[in-house]
């Protein structure tokens, strides 16, 4: 389990690059008084740590234990400032924040026409970059100068700014909605996972019904649609309507394909909407479109976009991996895919204060799964460990399939003399978070009946429990157990006493054929 660093300081040190690094002593050599030196020998004695240790810092005779505080404040801010002044093509909020700084400098200087004219570039990149905030902002300005000044610079200017103004207005309310709506849901589906029961489903219906505003189709805005596309994205997900979870993933990506320039100004969405797709073709096992997406997503991985800055580079790492880790359970080929392990283990060490606890807990499951799969039950205990262990109110589905499969990883391995407290421990804490479905009452029902069977009585016992599983595949309220595991194919291996990744690839190469 990664011990998290929590001092910000040494965070932020440890994420510059070598350029910034660089830029940073040239500006406080550059801008501070000779006192301020100070704080580059705190930059270099941090920068030169592994790990922030308080202790060896105040061995350093310059820096004292009373003056730390404030020396570590004041370095904090100056990085800030240094990076700041680097110039960031690829982010247009910082340049429009830029030529925004230059604008209210000229006015404060008197010199409002040629303030006008930066308000004019402003609008114009901020209308072609869809950032209604900036163009909010600008017409704000604008307004105030024709206000206190007689321009003249166009017939009837008050009208027409009013005008554009309420348009402004109206769209950021309506993307101010949608992104609401979007969120609250995403949220529901972090801390719940999919709806569970007639209960959750009434809920998640009422709930988006509610948030979802009545004259949505009457904006037709780049942000408009991105929200739109995402909450019906988890809208479907959270019901298991994975069709219209992929239709809408789809229309998420293809938006940015029509507007190419928005994948530099919100790559990070971009990014989310690639790997929600993939989601959805691995969901439905569409082999031929998960492959291309796929190899859509490691084309955006090595372009410029991709690694403009950390931020993208961790998302297109954390996501392109989880697709990777998919492909292998969908070829059920889960031997060839523990190779990835090891790196995976080692940029999650390297990135582990940058990912969300949601995201490493998902990562910690699937390698369990890679393991299970490849029939190394040991190892799969040990990472789904890592998962129950974590104490955190995060995927409460996840917590419960996370300790289904630990039950089951003990019965493969014959611990029968620790299966009977597991059973009632999982069952209780499933039951707790209201997460029992039919699905996962049989599978509890079939492993405390093993306890009375001969090695004779197995195969029928399986193949009964099978049977029983798959009137429920097609079922949106149970079918959150296959998603998470895919528990027909581990009943299949044991009936026809084979591994399970050779079911699992026998029946991909079969949906392979078929669609030739």
Known sequence: ?????????????????????????????????????????????????????????????????????????????????????????????????????YARILFNKGLYLQTLKIIDKIKENARAHNQHTFLLQALIFEKKIEALYITRSMENRAELLATE??????????????????????????????????????????????GLPANVKSFTGFYEKMYLYQSYSWYGFI?????????????????????????????????????????AHFLL???????????????FYRSKEGNANDNNRVQTFMYLYVAKINKHFL?????????????????????????????????????????????????????????????????????????????????????YDILEHLIKSVYRFMAKMENLSVVEEEIFKFIRKSFHLNPKQFKDAFSSLREKLKKYEDNPLESRSFMYLDIISWLESKIENVPVQDIIREKYLRRGSSKK
């Open 165 to 210: 103004v309420d348009d402004v207005d109206d769209r950021i309310a309506m993307i101010g909605k949608l992104s609401n709506l979007s969120l609250q849901l995403y949220g529901w589906y972090i801390k719940h996972g999919h709806a569970r029961n007639k209960k959750d489903e009434d809920a998640i219906k009422r709930f988006f019904q509610a």
């Open 285 to 299: 096992q569409n082999i031929r479109k998960f492959d291309e997406t796929l190899h859509q997503f490691e084309n």
């Open 239 to 279: 019901l298991q309507d994975l069709i219209m979870y992929y239709r809408y993933t789809q229309k998420w990506v293809d938006l940015f394909e029509q507007e190419p320039s928005m994948k530099k100004v919100e790559a990070q969405y971009y990014i989310k909407g690639l790997h929600n797709l993939l989601n």
């Open 1 to 101: 389990m990664p011990n998290r660093r929590t001092d910000e300081l040494f965070q932020l040190i440890k994420s510059l690059e070598k350029a910034e690094k660089r830029n940073f002593k040239l500006f406080v050599k550059r801008n501070s008084a000779t006192s301020d030196m100070k704080i580059i020998q705190l930059f270099d004695a941090l920068d030169k740590m592994k790990e922030y240790d308080e202790q060896l810092l105040l061995k350093n005779k310059s820096i004292k234990k009373q003056q730390l505080s404030n020396l570590k404040a004041h370095l904090y801010k100056q990085i800030l400032a240094s990076v700041r002044i680097l110039k960031d093509e690829n982010n247009i909020e910082l340049q429009l924040h830029e030529q925004m700084d």
């Open 331 to 415: 070829e059920g080929s889960f031997t060839q895919g523990l190779k990835l392990v090891p790196h995976l283990e080692e940029k999650l060490d390297e990135f582990e204060t940058k990912l969300d606890l949601h995201r490493i807990l998902v990562f910690y499951y699937k390698i369990a799964c890679l393991y299970f799969g490849s029939g190394n039950n040991e190892k799969t205990i040990d990472y789904l460990n890592k998962v129950i262990q974590w104490k955190i109110d995060l995927r409460t589905d996840l917590q419960c399939y996370a300790r289904l499969l630990h039950l089951i990883a003990h019965f493969e391995m014959g611990n």
